[in-house]
């Protein structure tokens, strides 16, 4: 069989951040990708003006303390190449705790946008069964008022339609998937 590789100029890659890069802000891991694209020497497009910045777009800014296990960037590339190729050099240009899991080519135009995205995070054994109970006590719920207090005001959401679903697995990790509208979402604290 005869396989032609096929070059892009936007490439979609999936990537985890793990243990202390969690502490890392979103800017500061958009300055990190840029180091690293610039040792991987993958060829990144520019943006026009008078301030040209690489091209490159997270699906999603991910929040200080959160390990992200499979978050999405797409680059734009000022010449093609395979996305293997990107994502071969990009893994070996990585530092600890940053793992590249895969590179797909993708049509330009429109960024890509997270339509949900999935938290995890894990229960204390002693208070499993209040979070089961207090879980079904959600999922049973049409809506679930919640008020946020900022300085300057009070915010009142409905947190329920914004989960799809969630449950407690047989490990004790509470995870939820959450659905994210052009006009926001909830956060997941």
């Not at 499979?70 to 705790?97: S, Y």
Request: charged share 25%.
């Amino acid at each position: 069989t005869h396989h032609r590789m096929t070059t892009a100029t936007r490439v979609r890659l999936r990537f985890a951040k793990r243990g202390d890069l969690r502490l890392v802000s979103h800017h500061d891991l958009l300055r990190c990708l840029e180091r690293m694209l610039r040792r991987a020497e993958v060829p990144v497009a520019k943006t026009q003006g008078f301030n040209p910045r690489p091209k490159i777009v997270f699906t999603l800014a991910l929040g200080l303390g959160i390990e992200g296990r499979r978050e999405v960037v797409e680059i734009d590339l000022a010449e093609p190449m395979e996305p293997p190729e990107v994502l071969r050099r990009l893994t070996a240009a990585a530092p600890p705790g940053f793992d590249w899991l895969e590179a797909e080519a993708v049509p330009t135009g429109r960024p890509a946008h997270a339509a949900a995205v999935q938290y995890t995070f894990d229960v204390p054994a002693e208070r499993r069964d209040a979070a089961q109970a207090s879980l079904e006590r959600f999922l049973a719920s049409t809506t679930w008022p919640y008020t946020r207090h900022r300085p300057d005001r009070t915010v009142a959401v409905d947190l329920r339609p914004f989960v799809l679903d969630a449950a407690i697995d047989a490990a004790g990790g509470l995870w939820f998937r959450m659905q994210i509208t052009p006009t926001g979402s909830a956060r997941p604290e």
